[in-house]
């Protein structure tokens, strides 16, 4: 689904161009003009329909923000171009705490855009297929995996799928201004469907006027959403990067103005009525039944004729571009994710990248947590959208704050040029005032919207602030614990191997052909016996087998498999000291998923346990069962002596198995030499250097007794 893997020489081949970047980076931000109008309109009518001439005034006010803003962020640019954006400049300038703050109201900010642009988009849907209505959660959810998916391919890949639609968006939205803007002047002005509906009006007084023009103010900014994703987003450009990337956000900044200010001015023109309730239109006697349609479903029914071709175009240019904005915050999150997993604020999977040379894990996360989103609000946008902007400002607000003490510290370093120095103080001038005017949006959005659910966000923020906070401890901790030091010293004397026996079986035989090939100093086999039967016939067959590795059994009264053995290795440590002790424990690997569900998966249990133990390795030996070739393709057919343990058609003289070790107590270290699986080599070298033909067992001669009782039973308490 996401395609073959690229390997990492062709990261460069995936940086964008600013033709490409543009509906990458800038979707988010095109795509809030198309709810941004609406969310204005629809507070102002909360108070009568007299409110609506106070909407140029802030429609204007908007539009200066939005200035000020994109300036403020071409400063940044500049400054910092490693895609850090406002965490990076707050974090360095302004200290740990603060850039925690803004890494917080980032990720926030990121999951709320991907919940409101799809169900913003499904809205639009909605508005031009009506009885999608109640599939309204299911579609939003599939939005979500679709753009994840697309994502998942790759930066460029997602690039070429969204430009498209976003430059239909910007060229119809452009269109039907125009054309409404010259009816009106040749006094054919188009007039809404919601025109003559009438609105029930609040009764407010002065200080409730006030606060209804700042909460439609808030509602607006959600405009402004998205200017940052350029900033986060520079690694991503090809070089020169920082110019492409200032580029890009100017030309983004004057799209998103001229199609702001001129969806606003239209939707006055002809008299759009959109309503938080729709039963408070007036004259509306289906409001109950059937869905209001949005703000720029109204203009272009208004400017094209209803159900035209045109309609259709902007409708569906509108949903899929607002459903794309989303994409904005899958290269954004990512991006975000992997600095904080660098700088030890994030898991380090965060900073991986997948296949297709993205950030997948980042994305993975984000696609899940806008879903649960979408879930509990049941994409509801008018819910949504009050969650909103709250993460956007603390991080501008931050941000620029963070600019202007870069700027103050670089001109009193004393290293600055005499021809920058005016620079400098221009772009401190920018984003100063871009500070400001943001901190005083922070403090309007925080009243207006925190008794509407905004309040969640800064229960959400701490929540995430402590968390990486706490991440960040954890590393430090650990990389503390780890570091080399004077005082701790390494130097273990011996080596033993033990090789866990269970039955006498082919994947035993080959745990013990690698262990004897390994060369250790000492090695045996240990059974745990928790069944006397079986303990006794383990040893009768070890006698046949002609195996002259000595063969321990530890008693397990209570049927445990690890922690008898533990204690064993235990008693060991305390009679040989730091003697390094490898165990060799066979493995099944299978092909099918229900096989695992087959297997009691004992080896994975006593390997866990044995990880705790001190002095102690542990060895895999896997054996490949038939239903394994699944996994590596079509198994080839074997070539002779590659085959397991079966018997050649003409036997072949061999010599005998030197011993592995003459340590006093372990007896000769000959064992059979069994082959390596269907897949292993042909032949393995023995500790005196002899090949053993896998498939074979060595041919020794024959002896009225071993050397060494085959067996012994140790309790499980006891020293060996």
Known sequence: MIGDPLPSEKLEGQLLPKHLALPIFASDALSSVAYAPQELLMILLLGGLAFLTFAPWVAAAVVVLLITVVLSYRQLVKAYPSGGGDYEV???????????????????????????????????????????????????????ILIAAVNLRGVRESSKAFALPTYIFIGSIFLMIVTALIRTAFGDAPVAESAAYGVTAANLGQVAMILLLLRAFSSGCSALTGVEAVANGVPAFRTPKIKNARRTLALMGGIAIVLFAGLTAVALISGVHYAENPCDLKGWAECATSPQRSLIAQIAAATFGNNSILFFVVQAATAVVLLLAANTAFNGFPLLGSVLARDSYAPKSLNTRGDRLVYSNGMIVLALAATALLLVYQANLTQLIQLYIIGVFVSFTLGQSGMVKHWITLLRSGTVAHGERSSIIRSLCINAFGAFLTAVVLIVVTITKFTHGAYLVFIFMPILWLLMLGVNRY???????????????????????????????????????????????????VHVAIDEESTERLQKQWIEQNIHVPLTIIESPYREFGHPLIKYLKHRREEHGAEVVTVYLPQYIVGHWWEALLHNHRARRIRQQLMLCHGVTVALVPWLLDSSSLIYGRRSRPLPGQDRRGEPVRPVARRPLEPASKTAGHGTGHGTGHGHGSRGAAAAPTSAGTPVTAGQPPVVPPVEKPATPPAKKVPARAKR
């Open 475 to 525: 590393y430090r901790d650990v990389e503390k614990e780890i570091e080399v030091d004077p005082v701790t010293t390494f130097g273990s004397r011996g080596d033993h191997a033990i090789v866990l026996v269970g039955k006498m079986q082919k994947p035993a035989l080959k745990a013990l052909d690698y262990a004897i090939a390994a060369r250790h100093d000492s090695i045996e086999a």
């Open 90 to 144: 707050a974090h360095k300038n302004l200290g740990e705490k603060a850039g925690l703050v803004v890494a917080s109201a980032l990720l926030v900010d990121y999951v709320l855009t991907v919940a409101v642009s799809v169900a913003s988009g499904v809205d639009n849907i909605i508005s031009a297929l009506p009885f999608l209505s109640e599939w309204r959660v299911e579609l939003a959810v599939l939005f979500v």
